[in-house]
């Protein structure tokens, strides 16, 4: 491991977690998997081992979604996460490869130039042309190490990908090879290869999933959090575990200013007050549970930095307003008129209300 | 207290009511142990019950319907399918000569208490979530409904039963939303208590009577309490003062919908469809067919289902029972599945998924059965009239110009006289109105409870309608009222009920002084005159009612008229409306002329709300007696002097509701109001905005449209004239034949 680096791959950063998962886990793994399908669901959702070991919980939310996506890579079919922005694709993707194959890292980030070569192989043609098409010319893509390793490969917004370069996954997921013509050769996946995508279903311009692939896929639908509990719990545990890892000197934030935090964007999420009394105008951006997240790590570092380290109304405000303010003109209607006619009535809320005021 | 064990003659069957494990285990075990005489927790009455439900005709599911006789609202449901321990048992016992009675405390008891509160354990949810189950129904699915092996499965219900019981219940009675009635008032413990007291006492009598292989069947959670018996004398106490009423008992067909609902014994079926594939199929095929079922239901809504699909829900639901550490799938797992491989459309999933997990069923009973005399006048009714007792929600539609239609429309209109609603009347529109009907129609189960109660009427359908119709007539005290139900009558045609309640209608007609009781009872009388001959009924007794009415109600309305708020202008305004639509069904000279000449003094009574003038004016502009100029001329008049802005708006707003082609092809009209609103200051103008606004909102868009060009100066009163240059026009030709590949010129 070195230290210095920003951000710990999954495997890395809960090494330990995962090696205690696996000293007690007596249940049948799939081949090739570092865990059972059970100690998986474990790991994600969190638990307590019978050594009394204490897991933490990395995806708060419904059970059966984590289970029906385990259960999903179990059965070799690949698992499609769909969701709007913030509702932790990605993170769930990760962690799951890192704890079926301990390996994260083979991934494929999509973008609307991501081309065939990307999701399959391509050349180093200083080779190609000095030795002709051989193996040692052919630069593997993630997918075909995941194939020849046995892992978990990851391909980050799916829909992004052009919908004719998205169909060159459909023989890797079906026949679990990858042809090689120029070498009269394939590549057969080992067993525990599998596949999982994550797509949102909110962006526009981006491109349709062609049904022959979507069949191939197994679609988990990550919704966004239920209730205020369930959003503050992620919030707080979050922003505890990324300020440690950014060194903050700042104190943690009570638990009361993250409650406040998480009230703000759900009601303008919901276009309605938490107590169904008034209706809102809704802003144009997501104000995912993620946004939340790097609103309070902004005013931590705010406070560590500017402050005296103690996390204040006035440097959560800035962080909140850009989060809300996508579309200056619209977004500023539905702000100003939810500072007037929500924040400003609550009896705590004054302070808040005043830092927001005052940036307007 | 002292208990003595039940011995060795006695063996405790502890079931779940709807529960297709529980049935193939108890009759496994009844099989194997040959019991001579079966004890069923059930109402005493429904013992008389029992050969109906063995017979063929029978398809469940159904319920044994107990109903004091009194007071049918009293009613206690004992719901049965296929896959109910009870009837396979009923069934089991036939065929194996064994007798057959019920231990519960009977009908004549258990209707004449009123409970309050439930009870339930909380126990029983901890043990479940220890289990790792998302509730009690799913872990006992688990346990019991889904096993194959009965071996000792009783056993192990009785010992589970009896641990939930010594931790003690739980009893919920803060909340009292019993219906009040004269009924004795019981908590839910109390009647626990005494319903187990009477079953016991029921075993003590087979007992004595001598019986060796007695099989008690009943709720698993009465077991720990039948399974030692304290001395008779204490359950004496306890069944002291039952109350005692006279009790009818009958078959009706029940629907699975209805099973999900609590209600007999509290124990409804979340998912009745699925319980019902569990008892079919051999329990290794369940997620293979109900994972195809929901395939057929997305083929016949034109979505993909592939087999290959299929395929993979199967192996992922299997993989999540796996992972659960279940033997196989329940249908959590199977839901899961579906929704990840084969929906991914939450609409098209909660459109199907009610097929899927309750079911359609609906039950019939035997013809035999016996059935309250207007039950059985209405079964005879349905199979002449072919039609069929159906609980999906249908649309029926009726050509009243055939007998069989004709009759049908009858009968649907009687019952619904008789407040049994099985068919809703569907307004028709256009030509066909007049001699078509449409109805939706959908038999639910409680409508038999209704009949029963319209019981006491008479014993068939047209005598209970005609009795009901007159009792109502009798009663009625609004003129309105009494002339609905002549509409009513006459449409069911009730020979019988037509002399009474025509006669009340006169009588009431003759004395009510109040307008809108008289503006209202005009719609009904004026549709039956209009379409008597259709419905070949006698309306030539209504019609001189109706005229005598409506002169009374001519020379009553502009006194009326006087001095109302903005509100009850309103009414009025639409009470105008309505009697000129009414006026214009008759097409009678006289009563035209009649109200012309009431409309025009409405329209120039001094106080009159300026709404109701405004409507005047414009009913009478409709029926051709005033043009455009003197509407012109009216308006000018309402908004000179004298009149606030905030009046003439209102004006404006009688004037102008309806149809907005008055205003355009009216210029002298346009042209005053356009006057008006520019004449306006900006006071008054802000005044009376929402008011003009909320009458142009009215108007269709093409009529806006068209109405903003004339204000634009665009749109002339005149025609528009085109002019077209001819010489360009030409040049385009020779392409336009290229185009349609027509010879050159």
Avoid at chain 1, 189 to 207: H, L, S, W
Avoid at chain 2, 134 to 158: G, S
Avoid at chain 2, 440 to 453: C, G, K, N, T, Y
Avoid at chain 2, 517 to 543: H, I, K, M, N, Q
């Amino acid at each position: 491991m070195k230290p210095n680096i920003l951000r710990e791959h999954a495997e890395n950063a809960f090494r330990h977690e995962l090696e205690e998962l696996s000293k007690n886990d007596d249940r049948p793994r799939p081949p090739n998997w570092k865990l059972s399908p059970w100690a998986v669901a474990t790991y994600i959702l969190g638990g307590d081992l019978p050594n009394g070991f204490h897991v933490t919980p990395k995806y708060i939310g419904k059970r059966s979604l984590v289970e029906v996506a385990v259960a999903t890579l179990a059965t070799d079919r690949a698992l499609l996460l769909l969701g709007v922005p913030g509702t932790a694709k990605t993170w769930l993707a990760e962690h799951l490869a890192a704890a079926t194959s301990a390996d994260s890292t083979l991934l494929i980030q999509g973008t609307s130039g991501t081309s065939e070569e990307t999701l399959r192989y391509g050349w180093n043609y200083a080779k190609l042309l000095s030795e002709g098409p051989s193996r040692a010319a052919l630069v593997p893509s993630p997918i075909m190490r995941a194939m020849e390793g046995g892992k978990i490969a990851r391909v980050e917004e799916l829909t992004r990908i052009p919908s004719d370069v998205q169909d060159a996954l459909i023989t890797v997921l079906s026949e679990k090879t990858l042809p090689i013509p120029e070498l009269n050769d394939e590549v057969q996946a080992e067993k525990g290869f599998n596949v999982i995508a994550t797509a949102n279903d909110r962006d526009r311009g981006v491109n349709e999933l062609s049904s022959a692939l979507r069949r191939r896929f197994n679609t988990v639908h990550l919704p966004l959090p239920e209730t205020l509990d369930e959003e503050v719990a992620i919030v707080q545990q979050r922003s505890e575990q990324i300020g440690r890892a950014l060194e903050l000197p700042a104190e943690a934030p009570s638990l009361k200013d993250i409650q406040r935090l998480v009230t703000v964007f759900r009601e303008l999420r919901d276009g309605m007050t938490l107590d169904r009394k008034t209706k809102l105008k809704v802003p144009s951006g997501t104000l995912s549970t993620a946004e939340a997240i790097s609103v309070l790590n902004n005013g931590l570092a705010m406070a560590a930095h500017f402050g005296d380290g103690r996390l204040r109304v006035s440097d959560m405000a800035s962080g909140l307003a850009s989060a809300v303010l996508k579309d200056a003109t619209q977004d500023g209607i539905a702000w100003k008129e939810y500072l007037e006619t929500v924040v400003k009535e609550r009896d705590d809320w004054k302070d808040l209300y005043r830092a927001c005021r005052q940036l307007l | 207290m002292s208990t003595t064990p039940v011995g060795d003659r006695v063996r405790l069957f502890g079931i779940r009511h709807h529960g297709p494990g529980s049935a193939r285990s108890l009759i496994a075990a009844l099989q194997d142990w040959q019991p001579e005489l079966l004890l069923v927790e059930g109402p005493v009455e429904l013992g008389g019950l029992v050969p109906l439900l063995l017979d063929e005709a029978l398809r469940p599911p159904v319920a044994a319907l107990l109903y004091a006789v009194d007071k049918p609202r009293w009613a206690f449901y004992y719901p049965l399918v296929e896959f109910s321990p009870e009837l396979q048992a009923f069934r089991w016992a036939a065929k194996n000569g064994c007798g057959v009675r019920m231990m519960d405390l009977p009908g004549s008891a258990l209707l004449g208490l009123s409970v309050v509160g439930s009870q339930r354990s909380e126990v029983m949810a901890q043990l479940a979530e220890a289990a790792g189950f998302y509730d009690i129904e799913e872990w006992w699915e688990h346990l019991v409904e889904q096993r194959q092996d009965p071996h000792e499965l009783f056993e192990a219900i009785d010992s589970l039963m009896c641990g939930i019981r010594e931790l003690g219940t739980d009893s919920e009675e803060d909340v009292d939303d019993s219906p009040e009635d004269e009924r004795k008032k019981i908590s839910a413990a109390d009647f626990e208590a005494m319903r187990e007291a009477h079953m016991r006492r029921a075993i003590r009598e087979v007992l004595a009577e001598g019986h060796q292989r007695i099989a008690v069947v009943c709720g698993a959670w009465h077991v720990p309490a039948l399974k030692a018996l304290p001395t008779a004398r204490q359950d004496d106490a306890i069944l002291k003062g039952l109350p005692k009423i006279k009790v009818g008992a009958t078959v009706v067909p029940w629907s699975f919908d209805r099973l999900t609902f609590d209600s007999g014994y509290g124990a409804g079926a979340r998912s009745p469809a699925f319980y019902e594939l569990l008892w079919k199929s051999k329990p290794a095929d369940v997620p293979t067919q109900w994972l195809l079922s929901v395939a057929h239901l997305l083929r016949e809504a034109d979505l993909d289902a592939s087999p290959a699909s299929v395929i993979e829900a199967v192996r992922l639901a299997d993989a999540l029972a796996a992972m659960r550490e279940r033997p196989r799938p329940g249908l959590r797992e199977l839901c899961e599945s579906a929704r990840s491989i084969l929906i991914w459309d939450e609409a098209v999933w909660s459109l199907i998924a009610r097929r899927l997990i309750v079911g359609e069923r609906m039950g019939e009973v035997p013809e035999t059965v016996p059935m309250v005399p207007l039950l059985s006048d209405l079964a005879a009714q349905q199979k002449r009239l072919r039609m069929k007792q159906d609980d999906t929600d249908r649309l029926l539609q009726l050509d009243l110009r055939g007998e069989m239609d004709l009759e049908r429309s009858q009968l649907l209109h009687r019952l619904n006289l008789l407040n049994v609603a099985w068919g809703v009347p569907e307004e028709v529109t256009g030509k066909k109105g007049t001699f078509h009907e449409h109805w939706h129609i959908q038999w639910r189960p409680e409508l038999s409870i209704s009949l029963i109660e319209a019981g006491i009427y008479g014993n068939t359908v047209v005598s209970a309608a005609t009795n009901c119709a007159a009792e109502r007539a009798g009663k009625a005290v609004q003129l309105a009222e009494i002339a609905t139900l002549v509409q009513q009558v006459l449409i069911a045609d009730l020979a019988d009920a037509i002399d009474p309640t025509v006669a009340k209608l006169q009588a009431l007609s003759a004395t009510s002084a109040d307008i809108a009781d008289l503006a209202e009872s005009l719609p009904p009388l004026a549709a039956v005159v209009r379409y008597g001959t259709v419905r070949r009924t006698e309306a030539e007794r209504v019609a001189p009612v109706l005229d005598a009415i409506f002169t009374r109600l001519c020379v009553g309305l502009p006194p009326a008229c006087v001095s109302l708020d903005d509100d009850a202008a309103q009414d009025m305004s639409d009470r105008l409306t309505a009697v000129s639509g009414i006026v214009t069904l008759f097409d009678n000279e006289e009563q035209s002329a009649q109200w012309q000449d009431t409309l025009a003094a409405i329209a120039s009574l001094e106080g009159c709300h300026r709404l109701v003038k405004g409507r005047a004016e414009r009913l009478r502009f409709d029926f051709g007696a005033v043009d455009g100029e003197h509407l012109a001329l009216r308006l000018g008049q309402e908004s000179s002097a004298g009149a606030t802005a905030q009046e003439t708006a209102a004006f404006i707003e009688g004037l102008l509701e309806g149809p907005g082609v008055v205003l355009l092809h009216q210029e002298p009209l346009f042209r005053a109001i356009n006057d008006w609103l520019v004449g306006l200051t900006a006071e008054h103008f802000d005044e009376v905005l929402p008011l003009v606004r909320r009458t142009f909102a009215l108007f269709t868009k093409p009529e806006r449209r068209q109405i903003g060009e004339l204000v634009a100066g665009k749109g002339e009163h005149s025609e528009r004239v085109m002019e077209i240059n001819e010489e360009r026009a030409r040049r385009v030709l020779p392409f336009v034949r290229q185009i349609l590949g027509l010879p050159n010129e």
